[in-house]
């Protein structure tokens, strides 16, 4: 069992391991990013959020939103997520990896990393015991999507290509982080701006790792 504390951050109490050092200063520091990712969009009924971590981005975002499902593929993450959220009743959360296709994987780390409890990534097709189901954004059926928020340690393209009919029927505001881990999964930085122009978005900004892109025509 993961050892866990208290902690104070955007004014309310959260559960959080204790490892964990690293990652809970960033989110909270950087929490002021989904105002700004906010000013290029109007909608506000529905929005895909990963990974979920300890719950902070899905709820700040169901601060905005009428309906948030996030997802969080470390089952050990997930815990301290519903706990930190409960009793938030339009947030949907599935410790479900995101990917181009169904599937199962494993969770990894890289080893400078233990004291970094966001750094987690999948490894697909793993036959590793503790696997954990991976699924596409597609298969959920949404139909009301305003917004794709996507942090998962470089499987962000293969999680869009697993959307093509989502982003091609809803044009959802698009962020991503996109900081070379995608190696991981074969692709290049970058890549996600290219394969992205044939559904007609551009990148509109960018923010701390964070890159917004914008479908042209859209409010």
Partial sequence: MIEQEKVLGLGREWQWPAEDTKCRKVIFDWAVDVDKVLRHTDGRRMCVQAGGN???WPWLLAKKFARVYTFEADPRMFDFLVENLRGVENV????????????????GQEPHEVTNLGAQFIKPDSREPGATDMATIDSFGFDQC????LDIEGAELDALKGAKDT????????????????RRFGTAQGAIEAWLKQFGYKPVARYHRDTVFKAEGEG
């Fill in 167 to 182: 982003i091609a029927q809803c044009k959802p505001l698009i962020v991503v982080e996109d900081k070379g881990l995608s």
């Fill in 54 to 56: 300890m719950g902070v």
């Fill in 146 to 149: 305003d917004l794709i928020y």
């Fill in 92 to 107: 949907q959360a599935y410790p479900v990896a995101l990917f181009s296709r169904p599937g199962r994987c494993a969770i």
